[in-house]
Antibody
Framework: EVRLVESGGGLIQPGGSLRLSCAAS????????MGWVRQAPGKGLESVSI???????YYADPVRGRFIVSRDNSKNTLYLQMNTVRADDTAVYYC??????????WGQGALVTVSS | DVVMTQSPLSLPVTLGQPASISCRSS???????????LNWFQQRPGQSPRRLIYKVSNRDSGVPDRFSGSGSGTDFTLNISRVEAEDVGIYYCMQGTHWPRTFGQGTKVEIK
């Protein structure tokens, strides 16, 4: 059974840093594209970042230069390093498996709140 | 970025009646490999999104056959043949052909 479990969310001050983790089970993340999608409170869905099988990373404009996606194949875990966070980064962050240009599995989400 | 526009944004439906959601993209979603990567997701209240349809019309495993997708190029539709109480939620289309993957605004389906 495929499972994605996010952790690391919480309250962080503007300008700070936070790292989200996504522990995958039921498949090997090294053989799939993996990514992050966020949803601000009461709002719609927004792609944040994708990491390809060969390690190429893609970022949406609002986070490019501030967020870094990475993975540890030995731990079967995906990460999102969030730096210089802003109030508009407040959202639930979902870990997703990107399978042929589509997000076929989603985690339960991790809430990140940016506030002083 | 490719803009995805859904309509309507709110859809009150009577139980047992059909429902239809439109999704239009600002540019063609036909990929260089010939496939069209248009997906539909359902987000029930308090839950993570769940994929229903991929590549325009392919239903995911476990998705009831009352859900169907159609369309081509820039115009797509999600149909629910007979709405049931468990279908309440927000439905999103998403294009996967171009980066960044972009979503429609969402259509809220509720029971009248």
């Amino acid at each position: 059974e495929v499972r994605l479990v996010e952790s690391g969310g919480g309250l962080i001050q503007p300008g700070g840093s936070l790292r989200l983790s996504c522990a995958a089970s039921g498949f090997s993340i090294s053989t799939y594209y993996m990514g992050w999608v966020r949803q601000a409170p009461g709002k719609g869905l927004e792609s944040v970042s994708i990491l390809s099988r060969d390690g190429t990373s893609y970022y949406a404009d609002p986070v490019r230069g501030r967020f870094i996606v990475s993975r540890d194949n030995s731990k079967n875990t995906l990460y999102l390093q969030m730096n210089t966070v802003r109030a508009d980064d407040t959202a639930v962050y979902y870990c997703v498996r990107d399978n042929w240009y589509s997000f076929d599995y989603w985690g339960q989400g991790a809430l990140v709140t940016v506030s002083s | 970025d490719v803009v995805m526009t859904q309509s309507p944004l709110s859809l009150p439906v009577t139980l047992g009646q059909p429902a239809s959601i439109s999704c239009r993209s600002s540019q063609s979603l036909v990929n260089s490999d010939g496939n069209t990567y248009l997906n539909w997701f359902q987000q029930r209240p308090g839950q993570s999104p769940r994929r229903l349809i991929y590549k325009v019309s392919n239903r995911d495993s476990g998705v009831p056959d009352r859900f169907s997708g159609s369309g081509s190029g820039t115009d797509f539709t999600l149909n629910i043949s007979r709405v049931e109480a468990e279908d309440v939620g927000i439905y999103y289309c998403m294009q996967g052909t171009h980066w960044p993957r972009t979503f429609g605004q969402g259509t809220k389906v509720e029971i009248k």
